[in-house]
């Protein structure tokens, strides 16, 4: 029997087509008639061949198949009937499932397997999906056009052929569902500590109105997300955990379902008051005036806030009313100085943000001290020591000196193999047991004790002991812990975590073993390690130091069984705010300038961080409140900066305190400064028969103004003393002594050319009196007041020693001796006054020429020191 085979594919560029039978090909490729362009129709010839016949087309783009199923078919035996009831169960866009049951009539029974032929309505070429199985009732036709009506058919067959075909059965897929998209511009605010309020806007897409909202929201840091139904476009969630992050999304629900969800928002609730009060609040009396107070945080999750700080309340016992202090936010403070001696104090502690104060702890109380115990002696010998030897320790057990007046600040135990010498260690003082470890069996150990204070380590007291010997060899060692990390969580506490293999998948202990946590910082070098022992796989290191580099490793003992150390782990705590003041602070005169100083000093002990700045406060008054002293602040690392402008001769105290990006340190002690008094030294410009002066400044910065210069007088061979006096008054008495001189030089020629020929010599000498007592170069009319500018607005020159050697040029000068001789001017001459000083300035250069050649004259006469009385400047 011929039967042949029809393929027809499109395809642009042309495609090569062949036929495979069972994956084997069976017509060449070139087997085929060009029906049209780009359209290629392909027959096969088939000899009465069973087995599945496909059709391949491939171009370059990609390539498509086609196939049909040739079974030889048995013409003599009977044909199924119509298969029944076909149905289509299920229905969507793009898919349709169709059940049916079995034809009414077919010897085969389960061995029937069935063809189901579809097309869409309307157009004549059916498809063939066939099941997968016989006996199989129910198929899954896919790749469906949405919103579109189709043809369903169903034959059965048996290995004699196909039998007859069921009733069609029309089916419309379901139209494409548009869901909703995210909602736009989702804000979420905190509206109090325990509630939250979230908005949004209309998607913007989706088919048909949206019927409601879900908002999903969750703490931050959880897994559970919880859920609720909202209709509008808000929503205030309340119930809340106060300062808390939470996340929020929303999801739009239409007809269809649920559309996209929007991005999560964060938002925290707001702070509010701590919900608990600190923990765990103890008292220690310290001496007879002083209580130090230790406590830690609230419990975490009930903070509420950041802790900004706490308020400590104190009273006496014997009184209700009590005082509150607030303090930073540490775990530790000492009550000093305004406690009384032998009374009992009740104190308790509150924690605060910035919402409020919490609620306090309750009530502790202590009893100070009748007197303070004595520190300026060694403490006496402990009244007791007790040993008990073990295999690899030893238990060491002591009781205090019995002498309890003397201050006892801790106790060193000295141990070694023969000598107490080898290792040390220091305890508190309250504690009166050590287990010293990691000693070597059946071993003679000498062992002391020594109590210390402040001013040094007391008598020891000695014993002996011998650990000992190993009953058993050692066993094997354990596993060592694997996967130790340390977890930063403050500036003083780092958690430490492990996995056992030794243990179970789910790493519950189930027996005795115990874990060993060892830690160390390699600053300084030869820092030893400290230990712990932990029951849990983690254990909490606390009291470490700020910002600092540790190492941290872990070893497991069972029994007499023990592993190696662990792998280390490194951790580095977080910076805190320094807790010592800036040391070593010292102040210094710059030279040259004494109203200017300079700060040097070195940095705290415990920066707790890198510095970012000091702040240097200084008052001349040491008891001043600290927020009335004058600040200078310094940024960066410097440990050196000048202050300007200070007051002469004038005491000063000066405070430092650093700062790191945490906060603000303590301050320093108050140093005290004085700064120095100011002197003035006057030299001679040129030789004995000139009368002006040069001056220099020593240790004075000040503003300018104008010296007039002191000459000779009669009451003393260096001049008269002069008065304080303003820059304006200097200028009207230089103008005035001016105008007098030029007066008397007149009135001395007019007196000289009218008196008689008799007395024309005695009038020659007077003239040559006045007009060559001054040796100036030049002429007398050249003469010019000095430009003498200093740095100062006031001025006070002291009397003068008399000098050995009085100068007999220097004792006649028409210009007053003292400010009482000088006649006042009227404020009008301040126009020319200021006319005067400007030509002051601008001859200078022709005095300067004088001075030069007089140079070499000033070591002749001595330079003279005038002292002056230091005064604070003057601002107009």
């Given at each position: 029997?011929?039967?042949?085979?029809?393929?027809?594919v499109t395809?642009?560029?042309?495609?090569?087509v062949k036929?495979?039978?069972n994956?084997?090909?069976?017509?060449?490729?070139?087997?085929f008639?060009i029906?049209?362009?780009h359209?290629?129709q392909?027959?096969g010839l088939?000899?009465?061949?069973?087995?599945?016949?496909?059709?391949?087309?491939?171009?370059?783009?990609?390539n498509?198949q086609?196939?049909a199923?040739?079974?030889?078919?048995?013409?003599?035996?009977p044909?199924?009937s119509?298969?029944?009831?076909?149905v289509?169960t299920?229905?969507?866009t793009?898919f349709i499932?169709?059940?049916?049951r079995?034809?009414?009539?077919?010897p085969?029974?389960?061995?029937?397997?069935?063809s189901?032929f579809?097309t869409k309505?309307g157009?004549?070429?059916?498809?063939?999906e066939?099941?997968?199985?016989?006996?199989?009732?129910?198929?899954?036709?896919?790749?469906?056009?949405p919103e579109?009506?189709?043809?369903?058919?169903?034959?059965a067959?048996?290995?004699?052929g196909p039998?007859?075909?069921?009733?069609?059965?029309?089916?419309?897929?379901?139209?494409?569902?548009q869901l909703?998209?995210p909602a736009?511009?989702?804000r979420?605010?905190?509206?109090s500590?325990?509630s939250?309020?979230?908005?949004?806007?209309?998607?913007?897409?989706g088919?048909g109105?949206?019927?409601n909202?879900?908002?999903?929201?969750?703490?931050?840091?959880?897994?559970?997300?919880?859920d609720?139904?909202?209709?509008g476009?808000?929503?205030?969630?309340t119930?809340?955990k106060?300062f808390?992050e939470?996340?929020?999304?929303?999801?739009?629900?239409?007809?269809?379902g649920p559309?996209v969800?929007?991005h999560?928002?964060v938002v925290r609730?707001?702070?509010?008051?701590p919900?608990?009060?600190p923990?765990n609040?103890?008292?220690?009396?310290r001496n007879?005036k002083?209580?130090?107070?230790q406590?830690?945080?609230?419990?975490?999750?009930?903070?509420?806030?950041?802790?900004t700080?706490?308020?400590?309340r104190?009273?006496?016992?014997?009184?209700?009313?009590?005082?509150g202090?607030?303090?930073l936010p540490?775990?530790?403070?000492?009550?000093?100085?305004?406690?009384?001696?032998?009374?009992?104090?009740s104190?308790?502690?509150a924690a605060?943000?910035?919402?409020g104060?919490?609620?306090?702890?309750?009530?502790?109380?202590?009893?100070?001290?009748?007197?303070?115990?004595?520190?300026?002696?060694?403490?006496?010998?402990?009244?007791?020591?007790h040993v008990?030897?073990?295999?690899?320790?030893i238990v060491?057990?002591w009781?205090p000196?019995?002498?309890?007046?003397?201050?006892?600040?801790?106790?060193a135990?000295?141990y070694?193999?023969?000598?107490?010498h080898a290792?040390?260690i220091?305890?508190?003082?309250k504690?009166?047991y050590?287990?010293?470890e990691?000693l070597?069996?059946?071993?003679h150990?000498?062992i002391?004790?020594?109590?210390f204070?402040?001013?040094?380590e007391?008598?020891?007291?000695?014993?002996s002991?011998?650990?000992r010997?190993?009953s058993?060899p050692?066993p094997?060692p354990?596993m060592?812990?694997?996967g130790?990390?340390?977890?930063?969580l403050?500036h003083?506490?780092?958690?430490i975590?492990?996995a056992?293999?030794?243990?179970?998948?789910?790493?519950?202990?189930?027996d005795a073993?115990?874990?060993t946590?060892?830690?160390?910082?390699?600053?300084?070098?030869?820092?030893?390690?400290k230990?712990a022992?932990?029951?849990?796989?983690?254990?909490?290191?606390?009291?470490?130091?700020?910002?600092?580099?540790?190492?941290f490793?872990?070893m497991?003992t069972k029994?007499?069984?023990s592993s190696t150390?662990?792998?280390?782990a490194?951790?580095?705590t977080?910076e805190?705010?320094p807790t010592?003041?800036?040391?070593?602070?010292?102040?210094v005169?710059?030279e040259?300038k004494?109203?200017?100083i300079?700060?040097?000093?070195q940095?705290p002990?415990e920066?707790?961080g890198k510095i970012?700045?000091?702040?240097?406060y200084y008052?001349?008054?040491?008891?001043?409140?600290?927020h009335d002293?004058?600040?200078e602040?310094v940024v960066?690392?410097?440990?050196t900066?000048?202050?300007?402008?200070?007051?002469?001769d004038?005491p000063?105290?000066?405070?430092?305190q650093a700062?790191?990006?945490?906060g603000?340190?303590p301050?320093s002690?108050a140093?005290?400064?004085?700064?120095p008094?100011g002197?003035l030294?006057l030299?001679?410009?040129?030789?004995e028969?000139?009368?002006?002066?040069?001056?220099e400044?020593?240790?004075w910065?000040?503003?300018?103004?104008?010296?007039?210069?002191?000459?000779?007088?009669s009451?003393?061979?260096?001049g008269?003393?002069?008065?304080?006096?303003?820059?304006?008054m200097?200028?009207?008495i230089?103008?005035?002594?001016g105008v007098?001189t030029?007066v008397?030089?007149?009135?001395?020629?007019?007196f000289?050319t009218r008196r008689?020929?008799?007395?024309q010599k005695?009038?020659?000498?007077?003239?040559?009196s006045?007009?060559?007592?001054h040796k100036?170069?030049?002429n007398?009319k050249d003469?010019?007041?000095?430009d003498?500018?200093?740095?100062h607005?006031?001025?006070?020159l002291?009397p003068i020693?008399?000098?050995?050697?009085?100068?007999?040029i220097?004792?006649?000068?028409?210009?007053?001796?003292?400010s009482?001789?000088?006649?006042?001017?009227d404020?009008?001459?301040?126009?020319?006054?200021?006319?005067?000083?400007?030509?002051?300035?601008?001859?200078?250069?022709?005095s300067?020429?004088s001075?030069s050649t007089?140079a070499?004259?000033?070591?002749?006469?001595?330079?003279?020191m005038?002292?002056?009385d230091?005064?604070?400047?003057q601002?107009?």
């Amino acid at each position: 029997m011929d039967i042949v085979f029809e393929c027809e594919v499109t395809g642009k560029p042309t495609p090569t087509v062949k036929w495979v039978k069972n994956g084997d090909m069976v017509i060449p490729s070139d087997y085929f008639k060009i029906v049209k362009e780009h359209n290629l129709q392909v027959l096969g010839l088939v000899k009465s061949d069973e087995g599945f016949y496909q059709c391949i087309a491939e171009n370059d783009v990609g390539n498509a198949q086609a196939g049909a199923q040739l079974i030889i078919l048995d013409l003599a035996g009977p044909l199924p009937s119509a298969p029944r009831d076909v149905v289509a169960t299920l229905v969507s866009t793009r898919f349709i499932r169709l059940t049916w049951r079995p034809p009414a009539s077919d010897p085969q029974g389960d061995n029937l397997t069935y063809s189901i032929f579809y097309t869409k309505e309307g157009i004549n070429r059916e498809r063939v999906e066939n099941t997968s199985r016989p006996g199989e009732t129910q198929v899954m036709i896919q790749n469906l056009m949405p919103e579109t009506v189709y043809v369903f058919r169903v034959v059965a067959q048996n290995r004699h052929g196909p039998g007859e075909s069921s009733a069609p059965l029309k089916v419309a897929t379901q139209p494409e569902v548009q869901l909703p998209g995210p909602a736009p511009n989702i804000r979420a605010f905190s509206s109090s500590p325990t509630s939250i309020t979230v908005t949004w806007e209309t998607p913007l897409s989706g088919n048909g109105d949206i019927q409601n909202y879900k908002l999903y929201y969750m703490e931050k840091g959880q897994h559970t997300e919880q859920d609720v139904d909202v209709g509008g476009l808000s929503h205030t969630v309340t119930g809340l955990k106060k300062f808390t992050e939470y996340s929020f999304r929303v999801v739009a629900y239409n007809k269809h379902g649920p559309g996209v969800s929007t991005h999560d928002v964060v938002v925290r609730t707001l702070s509010d008051v701590p919900s608990a009060p600190p923990q765990n609040l103890t008292l220690e009396v310290r001496n007879s005036k002083s209580i130090l107070l230790q406590w830690q945080p609230p419990p975490a999750g009930t903070h509420s806030g950041q802790i900004t700080g706490y308020k400590i309340r104190y009273r006496k016992v014997s009184r209700k009313r009590f005082c509150g202090v607030p303090v930073l936010p540490r775990d530790a403070w000492l009550f000093s100085g305004s406690l009384e001696r032998g009374t009992e104090y009740s104190f308790r502690v509150a924690a605060m943000t910035i919402n409020g104060t919490g609620p306090a702890t309750d009530w502790v109380s202590a009893e100070t001290f009748e007197s303070d115990l004595d520190e300026s002696r060694v403490p006496e010998v402990p009244s007791s020591l007790h040993v008990r030897p073990l295999v690899t320790s030893i238990v060491v057990s002591w009781t205090p000196p019995e002498n309890q007046d003397v201050v006892v600040r801790g106790y060193a135990i000295g141990y070694g193999i023969g000598s107490p010498h080898a290792q040390t260690i220091k305890v508190d003082y309250k504690q009166r047991y050590y287990t010293i470890e990691n000693l070597d069996p059946s071993s003679h150990y000498v062992i002391t004790l020594k109590a210390f204070n402040n001013v040094g380590e007391g008598i020891p007291l000695y014993e002996s002991a011998v650990t000992r010997p190993h009953s058993v060899p050692d066993p094997s060692p354990m596993m060592p812990p694997v996967g130790v990390q340390a977890s930063i969580l403050s500036h003083d506490t780092i958690r430490i975590t492990w996995a056992d293999n030794s243990l179970p998948k789910n790493q519950k202990i189930t027996d005795a073993r115990f874990y060993t946590v060892r830690w160390k910082t390699n600053i300084p070098a030869n820092t030893k390690y400290k230990t712990a022992n932990a029951t849990t796989l983690s254990y909490l290191v606390t009291g470490l130091k700020a910002n600092t580099l540790y190492e941290f490793s872990v070893m497991v003992t069972k029994g007499r069984r023990s592993s190696t150390w662990s792998m280390t782990a490194h951790g580095t705590t977080f910076e805190y705010a320094p807790t010592s003041p800036p040391k070593d602070v010292t102040v210094v005169s710059k030279e040259g300038k004494p109203r200017t100083i300079i700060v040097n000093w070195q940095p705290p002990s415990e920066a707790n961080g890198k510095i970012t700045g000091y702040i240097i406060y200084y008052s001349t008054d040491v008891n001043a409140e600290i927020h009335d002293w004058v600040i200078e602040p310094v940024v960066g690392n410097r440990l050196t900066h000048q202050i300007q402008e200070l007051t002469l001769d004038t005491p000063y105290f000066f405070k430092i305190q650093a700062r790191n990006s945490k906060g603000m340190g303590p301050l320093s002690e108050a140093v005290q400064f004085r700064t120095p008094k100011g002197t003035l030294a006057l030299q001679p410009l040129g030789g004995e028969e000139h009368g002006l002066y040069s001056w220099e400044r020593q240790h004075w910065g000040c503003r300018p103004f104008l010296l007039s210069p002191t000459l000779p007088g009669s009451n003393s061979p260096h001049g008269s003393p002069t008065s304080p006096l303003d820059s304006n008054m200097v200028l009207v008495i230089i103008v005035s002594l001016g105008v007098i001189t030029i007066v008397i030089v007149v009135i001395v020629a007019v007196f000289c050319t009218r008196r008689t020929t008799s007395h024309q010599k005695k009038k020659r000498a007077a003239c040559k009196s006045v007009n060559g007592s001054h040796k100036y170069k030049g002429n007398s009319k050249d003469v010019k007041p000095p430009d003498l500018w200093i740095h100062h607005e006031r001025l006070e020159l002291k009397p003068i020693d008399k000098s050995p050697d009085p100068n007999p040029i220097m004792t006649d000068t028409p210009i007053p001796r003292n400010s009482q001789d000088i006649t006042p001017v009227d404020n009008s001459m301040d126009s020319n006054i200021h006319q005067r000083r400007n030509s002051y300035r601008g001859e200078r250069h022709e005095s300067e020429d004088s001075m030069s050649t007089l140079a070499g004259r000033r070591g002749m006469r001595p330079k003279m020191m005038m002292p002056f009385d230091s005064q604070p400047p003057q601002r107009k």
